[in-house]
């Protein structure tokens, strides 16, 4: 079941997940909409490497090691944005962290991420594919942006880039291992 933006609230208040900085406690305001609350870019992206004589094999893990060795870190600032050109796919993070833990005799979450439909309408891609955010989960959310669309798109830290939809799930999971829980960098846990 999604939560409302008023039970996110409560469930904050309660501990039951945290986000952090905390998104206040109005729902009436931003970054809250009726079931979801808007996350914002970090501060930095990963830009993979153009013209790399390479193929990409899965097969042996380690993503984020793969990543940091083959992209380079672009720090923003807002007088520094970075400028997403057509066709072209960046790595972000969200500037705040999540935490769902997993309570034993408690209820427990879990959430999606999806980009603003304000930014789709400009041709841009944000987290596709990979959605979920697992009960358990811990860290900054790494964000694919792509864009597709007609001009390049300035990416700015602090600018609402995503948004979060909260559901509790049904039973207590059992934890499992999670190459990316913990982590702080777009590429992964390092």
Do not use: W
Not at 125 to 145: D, N, W, Y
Not at 162 to 175: A, H, N, T, Y
């Amino acid at each position: 079941m999604i939560l409302s933006n008023t039970e996110i609230i409560s469930c904050l208040e309660r501990g039951s997940f945290r986000i952090d900085p905390h998104p206040g406690k109005d729902a009436a305001l931003k970054p809250f909409n009726t079931s979801a609350v808007d996350l914002r870019l970090g501060d930095e992206i990963l830009v993979p490497n153009e013209n790399q004589p390479f193929q990409l094999d899965l097969r042996q893990g380690a993503i984020a090691s793969f990543l940091a060795q083959h992209s380079g870190i672009h720090s923003l600032s807002s007088e520094r944005p970075y400028s997403l050109r057509r066709g072209k796919l960046v790595l972000g993070k969200t500037l705040e962290r999540v935490h769902f833990p997993i309570i034993e005799n408690g209820p427990c979450y879990g959430a999606r991420i999806e980009g603003r439909s304000s930014i789709a309408r400009c041709g841009i891609l944000v987290h596709f594919t990979a959605p979920t955010i697992h009960a358990g989960f811990h860290g900054t959310i790494t964000l694919e942006i792509i864009n597709f669309g007609a001009a390049d798109f300035l990416l700015f830290p602090g600018m609402a880039i995503c948004q979060l939809i909260i559901e509790e799930i049904r039973g207590c999971p059992v934890s499992a291992p999670n190459q990316f829980s913990g982590q702080q960098s777009a590429a992964g846990v390092l």
